[in-house]
């Protein structure tokens, strides 16, 4: 396995293989992986010959910096996952790399990126398409493959792919989760015993939604209704938002005619935990 730290070494490594005729996957992450990271990996295997994965704790895309600085970074346990799971090549950039002194041009995001998550986070989905477009300019894949657990994210980025003529190939992978149905996130380490309990309010909560769509209804008030009810419920909770909307605009909906997604946004002391759910009708 390659570990590598430049974004010139990054693009060699990538053009060699694409001369080969061989192609080129990425998994882009911030780090402190996990077993969503991997299946993340296993599906980026089924899509190309060789696996690029990045870690780079990206800080544009951060609103707080006590949240920057308390990210976890386990590099070498990472490195080591990545080197047992078959990874081809690791991507640690450092963030002088990323943004050199001088540094000053952006990708700004259309309107995707001013609702949900980013009314909460401004500047956060400029953070992230200035690091994507960055990461796969120096890694140069055919393919990405993303979480769907960051819904808006993956959205955005399949937005700029198109809009940008990146040519690109963008593929979305479920939300794994744990046992009791906890979305897995490198933030939920920073759970207590007592917040991690707790945490599956959510899961909960979203469930509720689709088990009350299921059985007929569709006023989305009376489904955020019955899902704002598990987390109030739970007191180490603070709930932030919670919308259902069209996956492709993500614009809010008042009743459910075809396709739906509930996104939420739920807060445990200082871990803000995000998850999604998408429903059938």
Not at 137 to 144: E, L, M, N, T, Y
């Amino acid at each position: 396995m390659y570990v590598i730290t430049t974004p010139v070494a990054m693009s060699a490594w990538s053009d060699a293989h694409r001369v080969a005729g061989r192609r080129v996957v990425l998994v882009p992450t911030m780090g402190a992986l996990h077993e969503g990271h991997l299946a993340l990996v296993d599906e980026a295997r089924r899509h190309a010959d060789v696996v690029a994965l990045s870690i780079f704790v990206n800080p544009l895309q951060f609103n707080r910096p006590d949240d920057f600085t308390a990210y976890p970074r386990p590099i070498d346990d990472d490195l080591s996952v990545c080197r047992s799971h078959g990874v081809d090549a690791v991507y640690v950039p450092t963030a002088a790399d990323m943004y050199p002194a001088g540094f000053e041009t952006h990708v700004e995001p259309g309107a995707l990126a001013n609702i949900l998550e980013g009314a909460q986070r401004p500047g956060h989905f400029r953070g992230v398409t200035t690091v994507v477009a960055k990461l796969f300019g120096a890694a140069r894949p055919h393919v990405a493959v993303f979480g769907q657990k960051d819904f808006q994210q993956l959205a955005i980025i399949q937005r700029m792919t198109i809009d940008l003529d990146m040519g690109i190939e963008i593929i979305g992978m479920p939300t794994v989760r744990e046992a009791d149905g906890l979305a897995l996130s490198s933030r939920n380490r920073r759970l207590t015993s007592a917040q991690r309990t707790a945490a599956t309010c959510v899961p909960r909560a979203l469930d509720r939604i689709a088990e009350a769509c299921s059985a007929g209804e569709r006023d989305t008030d009376r489904l955020i209704e019955l899902a704002r009810s598990v987390v109030d419920a739970e007191p180490l909770a603070r709930f932030e938002h919670l919308e259902i909307v069209h996956p492709d605009t993500l614009q809010s909906l008042d009743t459910i005619t075809d396709r739906a997604v509930a996104v939420t946004a739920v807060w445990f002391d200082e871990v803000r935990l995000i998850d999604n759910q998408v429903l059938s009708v």
